[in-house]
């Protein structure tokens, strides 16, 4: 049976594993992402290493990273991180250099695609042709699975960035993002959280009113998703939902904006089923990143 | 050559049409929307009439309506108008009415996706597998094309019902939709300018601050949706884009709000192209309905 190579390449850490699927994982390593040349280095470290010891090669290795990225594949760019605000990343051509090094197929598409794809093909939306993963993390960003194919479009989405409505007299915070300030990544990030409260989401306990307006923000974004995607079912994944409080918030909210305007009863009588949490966990993307690897063999 | 019947049910207007396709179109007629029973029997008399005097069958009959519709085919209420605020036409068969009376394979999908659909077959996005046509009228509505096909996921878009930042001190209308007040449509449709104004869209002279408040809420709207669909063009079509001074300043506010955060060169270098007019004009929608009918039959 053929094993793969996945890299979920965040903005703060790098997760690398071979496996053949999520019952077959064979090695497995995170570290934290530093500038571009020695993260690669240490990704490729990892894959050369597994193949020394396991003597078996790797059939293809995929990537989900941040973004955003060039995936258009008649771009000369293709396979680059384009426009990030993150330091020393902007321009990397992450695929090629992966490619060089290692001499295996590779393909690239976003974290959280990859973790969309992941969770269709064994995880919360197993079956459902149309579904959005969103994480709320450092970050926030989104994968969206259309007829079962990771939707890119013009590019890819990048639904931390749309723009909701923000009350400055309840929430006076001007946000966070460096390119659009009060979006929703520069409302509900992480980031922002920590900034807003000034301790980090973690350390902000149940009952903080930090929740209310986090999950109102979010609930907002979901809303817009109903009315635009119109999904089967958003998974809500990423270290900001850790708080157990935040979900049920987030589908009242949800259930509350919506006002009954769309009548289906997979949302008005299933909103349980409808939001939910992630059943990969926080492998979601680095198991996406070995789905995407396997389907380039399927091609 | 097989020629099929297309119906445009709109909120205000119905428009029948029999066709081939757009350079094959052999009858039309527009009537006012008034309550379903009427209506409809209209509709079926046209399309009576027409075979009667061709003396040549209709081969399906296509429908682009106006919702939200049931389009889940398991469903027993599939073809049903759903939750509508239009006096008397929630819960309206509309399909299994007009199936019932013509006796022809019926097929029923948004005015909107119709709209879409046309644009793609024949259109200002004919050849581009992603774009959204919006409708900017009485009410707003947004069909969407995915890989060559109307989206429809869970139900189907209803754009009109996101969530956009509206600045109150700036703004102090609060929205006319029924049920979600300053949402995107309640802000920025045709029946918002009129009760903000005082008299409607097409009487306010060019020039005039409405024009600049309804392009801003047009452009969060289009920037929501790059970050959401990102689809590959954007199709501006009903009665409140009639006014010529709107499509340059939407791409404008769009650009500035996107603030080169999505990098792609058919955005940032191309918006003339990316945001664009109908190009099948006010008969997008019946095309597309007459677009529906020919795929009941390439099936």
């Given at each position: 049976m053929a094993v793969y190579g996945g890299i979920e390449a965040g903005g703060t850490k790098f997760l690398?594993?071979?496996a053949g699927g999520p019952q077959d994982i064979r090695a497995e390593t995170r570290f934290p992402t530093t500038e571009p040349d020695a993260t690669l280095a240490?990704?490729?470290g990892f894959f050369?290493?597994?193949?020394?010891a396991a003597r078996q090669p790797l059939a293809a290795l995929g990537i989900g990273s941040f973004g955003p990225l060039d995936l258009n594949p008649a771009s000369p760019t293709y396979g680059h991180i384009t426009s990030t605000p993150k330091p020393g990343w902007a321009h990397v051509d992450i695929a090629g250099k992966l490619r060089a090094a290692l001499q295996i197929p590779v393909t690239l598409d976003t974290d959280v695609n990859a973790a969309a794809?992941?969770?269709?093909?064994?995880?919360?939306?197993?079956g459902l042709d149309s579904s959005i993963y969103f994480t709320i993390g450092t970050g926030i960003g989104a994968g969206?699975?259309?007829?079962?194919?990771?939707?890119?479009?013009?590019?890819?989405?990048?639904?931390?960035?749309i723009r909701i409505p923000h009350d400055r007299q309840a929430d006076p915070f001007p946000g966070v993002c460096p390119f659009h300030g009060?979006?929703?990544?520069?409302?509900?990030?992480?980031?922002?959280?920590?900034?807003r409260w000034g301790q980090p989401a973690e350390q902000l306990p149940p009952g903080h009113p930090a929740w209310e307006l986090e999950a109102g923000y979010i609930a907002l974004a979901l809303v817009n998703q109903v009315c635009s995607l119109s999904p089967k079912r958003i998974i809500l994944g990423g270290g900001v939902m850790q708080q157990a409080d935040l979900l049920p918030l987030v589908r009242q909210k949800t259930l509350r904006l919506l006002n009954n305007y769309v009548q289906s009863p997979t949302i008005t009588a299933g909103i349980e089923t409808y939001i939910v949490s992630p059943l990969l966990g926080n492998r979601s993307g680095v198991l996406g990143a070995i789905a995407l690897a396997q389907s380039i063999l399927d091609c």
């Open positions: 690398c594993m071979v240490r990704a490729i050369h290493a597994w193949r020394q794809v992941a969770e269709y093909r064994w995880g919360a939306s197993q969206v699975i259309i007829d079962g194919q990771p939707m890119h479009g013009l590019l890819h989405p990048e639904m931390g960035h009060d979006c929703f990544e520069g409302l509900a990030s992480g980031n922002a959280l920590r900034l």
